[in-house]
């Protein structure tokens, strides 16, 4: 599937009707999300024919898209029922075969590498501090092959220091610097849309043969 064509269909998805600021509920636009699942697939290979799941998946858009691109399974876990919801309607209007757990990830309690590679759009920290590194921390415990990761770029001395040194990270690099259009969603937005800064990091954990 070529980028244009994926990136179009990530489009069509339903995104949240009433996000909830405590969660950071932001939804992962078809250009950062198509571009984050092609990179992984075509300049790495860790998406066809592999078990990949989606970290905070929100409304479904980053599982989706490993789907189209040929993953074995996806899994998609949430918090949120109501994001759940949607994310399975979703998958439904596309006729993709995802399954959706609710769960807190920092109680997801799997033992081991569960999954090949885990993509996600965390929560940036700004409510709750820290919580970007606490989904990178179960992430690469329950990655085989990769994490791919969204993370502002004003945090990536921070990110790469705490995958390297505190979570098990055998490499850490960022891909890309992409813009991620934050749209006008709470009372204490000022601005239409901002454009943040963001990151596209690739992780492999230690354990990882494939150390490409």
Known sequence: MKLKQLESMLGRLQQF??????????PT???????????????FDDISDKVVADFGCGCGTLGAAAALLGAEQVIGIDIDP???????????DLELDIDFVQCDISNLGW??????????????????????????????????????SLHKTSTRDHVKRAALRDLNA?????L????????????????????IAV?????????????I
């Open 17 to 26: 009707a009433n996000p909830k600021v405590e969660l950071e509920q932001y």
């Open 29 to 43: 636009g078809p250009h950062i999300a198509s571009r984050l699942l092609y990179t992984a697939e075509n300049s």
């Open 82 to 92: 109501q994001s759940l919801e949607i994310a399975s309607m979703n998958a439904e």
């Open 111 to 148: 033992r081991g590498h569960i999954v090949d590679t885990v993509v996600m759009n965390p929560p940036f920290g700004t409510r709750t501090k820290g919580a970007d590194i606490n989904f990178l921390f179960v992430a690469l415990k329950a990655a085989s092959q990769a994490v791919y």
């Open 170 to 174: 055998s490499r850490a690099e960022v």
């Open 176 to 195: 890309c610097e992409l813009r991620f259009d934050v749209p006008q969603l709470y009372k204490f937005h000022k601005k239409k849309e901002v454009d």
């Open 199 to 211: 990151d596209l990091w690739r992780f492999v954990p230690k354990s990882c043969g494939k150390d």
